[in-house]
């Protein structure tokens, strides 16, 4: 009796554990992921470290700003934000604030934007059809 019991509560933790496991769980991406993804495309990227101007800081979070390709510029702007929220739901809040905020701007680069799960990911272009990295930043979000 006594090992049927045990045979019995094993069994439950191991069913337990396997439904755990399983696909139906939606685990959040991360800076890693993003930035192993980018540099998979074989994009250069110089970081800035996490940006802090009220433009860009949504809901109380602080994009990651970069550099992509081979447009270094010394000064203190980045042309790629990279979000990373809490959930897919936060991302969605974050993308309607971040909208909000284009309409009044009046900016001189126009950004693409690239999302999945939690990831929010804009790029700025230096001009309306300058696609240049629009691809590769697609596959991207892809692979991730």
């Known amino acids: 009796m006594r ?18 496991d399983g696909g139906d769980i939606k ?3 991360t800076m890693g992921n993003v930035t ?20 860009v800081v949504l809901d109380n979070v602080k994009p990651y700003g970069y550099w992509i390709g081979n447009s270094v510029n ?8 990279v979000y990373v929220l809490q959930s897919e739901k936060a991302r969605g809040e974050a993308r309607e604030s971040f909208n909000e905020r284009l309409q ?3 900016l001189i680069t126009y950004p693409n934007i690239y ?8 790029y700025f272009n230096e001009s309306e ?10 596959k991207t979000i892809q692979d991730m």
């Open 104 to 106: 009044n701007a009046n």
């Open 129 to 138: 059809v300058d696609r240049s990295f629009d691809e590769q930043l697609k």
């Open 3 to 20: 090992y049927k019991i045990v045979i019995i509560c094993v069994s439950f933790l191991l069913l337990l554990s396997g439904c755990l």
């Open 115 to 122: 999302e999945k799960k939690n990831i929010m990911i804009v």
């Open 36 to 55: 192993q993804s980018i540099k998979g495309q074989s994009i250069k990227l110089s970081e800035k470290g996490k940006i802090n101007e009220p433009f």
């Open 74 to 81: 010394n000064d203190e702007s980045v042309n790629l934000l």
């Open 27 to 29: 685990r959040n991406l």
